[in-house]
């Protein structure tokens, strides 16, 4: 079935670094690619998205890339900051469907 | 304040005991979906709909039931609860399921 793998599962940097989370989907007819935050005791939010008809989308320090070919996608975040700290998740849509596979999450810590 | 409601937070109860978790959103969504979180599975979909009276099932949806009368408000039904449906369970919603979704903050069940 559809699969969804993240990486890495936790992931802690300097406060003032960069992270990267990286997503690989498995169904090739997949076109929407949300990434989500959640905050202990929260919902997940959703911080960017980006549809299979770009490569890239950036919104201040957060951006996302897709890379169709090698059916992956990632989270980028520069300039780290403590608020920064939480689970982020990554999913993905089929095409033509309205079911979401959700990758298992990553908890990221800014040290500071 | 647009927002996704659940309710309980917090909720203990014993197998077999019929339960419902409600969820109303106030953003006039179409779509709305039930997940639930176990750690190191991430977030799993139970059921979906795309609007009124429609409903389909997700990836896990064995021992749930669902119910749309109304555009605003998605229940979540447990029949005859059992310990393996022990979970957070998040509802979230989307103008169209073709978009990011608002999650609520989720319910908290354990089942003894």
Redesign the interface.
């Known amino acids: 079935?559809e699969n969804v793998e993240?990486h890495p599962s936790t992931l802690s940097v300097q406060e003032g670094d960069s992270a990267v989370i990286k997503c690989t989907y498995s169904d090739s007819a997949s076109n929407?690619f949300?990434w989500?935050k959640q905050e202990l005791?929260?919902?997940?939010?959703?911080i960017i998205?980006i549809r299979s008809n770009v490569g890239e989308k950036k919104d201040q320090r957060i951006a996302v890339t897709l890379n169709k070919t090698a059916k992956h996608f990632s989270l980028h975040i520069t300039e780290t900051q403590p608020e920064d700290s939480a689970v982020y998740?990554c999913?993905a849509?089929t095409s033509g469907t309205?079911?979401?596979?959700?990758?298992?999450?990553t908890r990221l810590k800014v040290l500071a | 304040e647009a927002q996704?409601t659940q309710n309980p937070r917090y909720l203990i109860t014993v197998t077999g005991k019929k339960l419902t978790v409600t969820c109303s959103q106030n953003m006039n969504h179409e779509?709305m979906?039930w997940?639930r979180q176990d750690p190191?599975?991430?977030?799993?979909?139970i059921y979906?709909s795309?609007n009124v009276e429609v409903t389909?099932k997700?990836?896990v949806p064995e021992g749930y039931k669902v119910s749309r009368k109304e555009k605003r408000n998605f229940p979540l039904i447990l029949e005859s609860p059992s310990p393996n449906q022990t979970s957070l369970y998040?509802c979230?919603s989307s103008p169209t399921?073709?978009?990011?979704?608002?999650?609520?903050?989720?319910t908290r069940l354990t089942v003894v």
């Open positions: 079935g993240q929407y949300p989500y005791g929260k919902g997940p939010q959703l998205d998740f999913a849509k309205y079911k979401y596979i959700f990758g298992t999450g | 996704v779509y979906s997940y190191g599975l991430g977030l799993r979909q979906y795309m389909d997700g990836d998040f979230a399921g073709f978009t990011g979704y608002t999650f609520g903050s989720g």
